[in-house]
């Protein structure tokens, strides 16, 4: 009898140690995306990555749209550089084909943007049969090194506080930032994709700093001056590089290098599934 229940209780911890199931949407359409028409006179350019996709999110309801690949760095929340097709596995559709994904989150809350990121990986899982790995190899990047001379960073005043960065007049693309009680990996995370290369701390630095920051931000690839100045941003000053900026006023330099980084590989993918 002892026996039995030993058997039993085994069991019930087995179960209970299930692995949970992966966050997804409760309801999901993806479709091709059909491009809207041009205006008169105007010639789209044919890419074959239409750059980084978004989120738009309202209430329970989520959208974006892209081709494969850059669906894949939407949800892992990576650069460019840092996905890429298997060698084994390098279908055309991939990046030729754009796709729209309209989903509703589970509940009536606004779903975090880490939610929608994972429960989008498991969209790309069930419905593209997405199949991934991680990988080291050498690539460019850029390192962040201190400058000569040493840096210019004062310890936080603000030990026992979250990280915080505050806008402090920025005008355009022209950011003027009080940032309190920002690690180096937070600094990296804030102006990382200013950057064409992963951007590495290499500074040695620990605990958290107190700066101001007043740099000149890039536009996203590819954006025209017609879209500046519809967003506001065409008639103002550009502000001093940010690698520049970084050096004087942080005692930080921007040099670049080759490293071994880890990547994400698509190995597999199918076209999508049906709604």
């Not at 892992?76 to 559709?93: A, F, I, N, Q, R």
């Not at 754009?98 to 498991?122: C, F, N, S």
């Not at 590089?241 to 597999?268: F, K, M, N």
């Amino acid at each position: 009898m002892v026996r039995s229940v030993g058997i039993f209780l085994i069991g019930a911890v087995g179960a209970a140690q299930t692995t949970a199931p992966r966050p997804a949407f409760e309801v999901a359409s993806v479709k091709p995306y059909i491009r809207p028409p041009l205006p008169p006179g105007r010639v789209a350019l044919v890419r074959s990555d239409p750059g980084p996709s978004q989120f738009q999110i309202s209430g329970a309801r989520v959208s974006t749209y892209g081709n494969l690949l850059a669906l894949v760095r939407l949800s892992y929340d990576l650069k460019p550089s840092h996905v890429s097709l298997s060698p084994e596995w390098t279908d055309g559709w991939a990046t030729s084909e754009l796709y729209q994904i309209d989903a509703i989150a589970p509940g009536d809350a606004i779903p975090p943007l880490t939610q929608v990121r994972e429960m989008m990986q498991t969209l790309l899982a069930e419905r593209f049969q997405l199949k991934v790995s991680h990988r080291n190899q050498v690539m460019p990047v850029y390192d962040l090194l201190i400058a000569p001379g040493g840096p210019k960073l004062k310890p936080t005043a603000f030990a026992d506080g979250a990280p915080l960065t505050r806008n402090e007049g920025s005008t355009g693309l022209h950011l003027r930032l009080r940032c309190l009680n920002l690690t180096m990996a937070d600094l990296v995370e804030l102006v990382r994709r200013q950057f064409d290369r992963p951007l590495l701390d290499k500074t040695g630095l620990t605990g958290g700093f107190d700066f101001s920051l007043d740099y000149g931000a890039q536009p996203p690839l590819g954006t025209t001056a017609e879209t500046l100045a519809a967003m506001g941003l065409g008639d103002h000053e550009s502000g001093q590089p940010l690698a520049a900026s970084l050096r004087e006023q942080l005692g930080l330099r921007v040099v670049a290098a080759r490293e071994q980084v880890e990547t994400l590989v698509i190995d597999h993918a199918e076209r999508p599934s049906a709604n």
